[in-house]
């Protein structure tokens, strides 16, 4: 027959045996629960970690739309641009001439063959080009931050585009003040800085010009608003423009 102390000792030894048992289970259980908790919350850590992706790189700014065209390797602009208050609607004449800005319209029509690969463009005989032989990579609609190249651009045109360009050495506030101009409405419309003209801005359509020696704040914005709203979706081409 056992001793009291061989007893205790046995009630001890099932005791640690019982702990050791349930120190088991409960890490166990523990362990499915973490493994619960991580299945759960892994969609959310995805979603968080692509959010903050798209964060770091996003590129909505320029809105480029690759169904109407190429970027033709010209990188897209992702400033956000000035919000300014939309002017009552006037013609492009009478708003050009209170800018103090040259409207040409109708100018004759240069050509529209599409070059050959390699081959270089024509001379045009304005400077922004209004038409003429030009690229078979139309621009694709959006904002670039850099010149878009003539005969591309001169295909957006040829499509009803309308090309916002500007002075790179204008100030980044003015530059701004521009793009927001293309962000209220960037379908059918291409910008970009164009430092190869002798105006601080124009804009271009098929067959008609706009250029303005220097940027006249909100009289400018007007007069863009105003060409945009004429000579957007008039190119000789129909190619759809969306609603924005």
Known sequence: ??????????LR???LEAEAESAKVEKRRMRIAYGIAFIVALPILIGFGVLITSAGNDSSGAQIDPATGSTNGVDGDDRSGT???????VSSKQAADKADCDLQTELPDEGSVHLSEGAPPPNYSTNPPTSGNHSPSAQADGA???KVPDENALHALE???VALQY?????DSDQLALKGIFDESPSGMVFFPNPD?????????????LTCESYEGEKTLTALRAFRDQ????GPEAVPIKSS
Not at 83 to 89: D, K, V, Y
Not at 167 to 171: A, N, V
Not at 231 to 234: A, E, F, I, P, S
């Open 13 to 15: 030894q099932r005791r």
């Open 144 to 146: 670039y931050e850099e």
């Open 1 to 10: 027959m056992p001793s009291r102390k061989e007893e205790r000792e046995q």
């Open 83 to 89: 919000s300014t208050s939309s002017s009552r609607l």
């Open 159 to 161: 499509h009803g585009r």
């Open 167 to 171: 002075d790179p050495d204008l100030s």
């Open 231 to 234: 000579y957007r979706g008039k």
């Open 197 to 209: 003209m002798q105006y601080e801005v124009a804009a271009s359509a098929w067959t008609n010009l």
